[in-house]
C-alpha cells in the first residue's frame, strides 16, 4: 500500500472524512477568491453610484416640477384678472358710459334691406342729440386737438366715406 504524502497541517484523514477533504479549498482556491471580491466590490459600488446619480436627477425633477406648478399658478392668476378686466369693460353700463365718452349717442329705429334690395321700415333720425364726431381708432390717440377748419365744412351729399 502506498500512501499519499500528508498535507502540511492537516492530519492524514481516513474513509469519509478523506473524501470530504477533497471538497475543501486548498492554498491556490483562496487566490482564486480575490477576483470574486472584487466584482462584488464594484458592482456594490457601482450600484451605490447608479442609485446616488438616480437620486439626484429626482430631485432635480421634483424642483422643476414644483417651478412649473409655481409658474402655472401664477400665469392661472394672471390669466384670471385678465378676465375680470374683460368682464368689467363688457359691461352694458361700462359700454354705455364709454360710447358716451366717445360722443356716441343712442340711435333711432334702423331700417332693413330686404334680399331684393327694397328698404324695409321707415328710419328715424336721433332726437335731441348733436351730430357725434368719428374718429378712426388711430385718430383718438390725437383727438385732443381741435379738427382742422376744413374738416368742419359741410360735405355734399355725394361725397363717398374712404375705404367704402
Not at 451605490?48 to 409655481?70: K, M, P, T, Y
Not at 365718452?101 to 330686404?114: I, K, R, S, W
Not at 332726437?127 to 365744412?153: I, N
Request: charged share 25%; hydrophobic share 40%.
Amino acid at each position: 500500500m502506498s500512501r499519499k504524502p500528508e498535507l502540511k497541517g492537516r492530519p492524514e484523514l481516513r474513509g469519509r472524512a478523506a473524501r470530504l477533504a477533497h471538497l475543501l479549498p486548498t492554498g491556490r482556491a483562496q487566490a482564486a477568491r480575490t477576483p470574486f471580491v472584487l466584482l462584488v466590490v464594484l458592482l456594490l459600488g457601482g450600484g451605490l453610484i447608479g442609485l446616488l446619480v438616480l437620486n439626484s436627477a429626482l430631485s432635480e425633477g421634483a424642483f422643476r416640477l414644483d417651478d412649473l406648478q409655481r409658474e402655472t399658478k401664477e400665469l392661472t392668476d394672471e390669466e384670471q384678472a385678465l378676465q375680470r378686466d374683460i368682464d368689467a369693460y363688457s359691461a352694458p353700463d361700462a359700454l354705455q358710459r364709454r360710447a358716451r365718452e366717445l360722443g356716441m349717442v343712442p340711435g333711432g329705429d334702423p331700417a332693413f334691406l330686404g334680399p331684393d334690395g327694397k328698404v324695409k321700415g321707415v328710419p328715424s333720425e336721433v332726437s335731441g342729440a348733436r351730430a357725434p364726431l368719428v374718429l378712426a381708432p388711430e385718430a383718438l390717440a390725437t383727438a385732443t386737438a381741435p379738427p382742422p377748419a376744413s374738416a368742419s365744412a359741410p360735405r355734399s351729399p355725394h361725397t363717398t366715406t374712404p375705404g367704402r
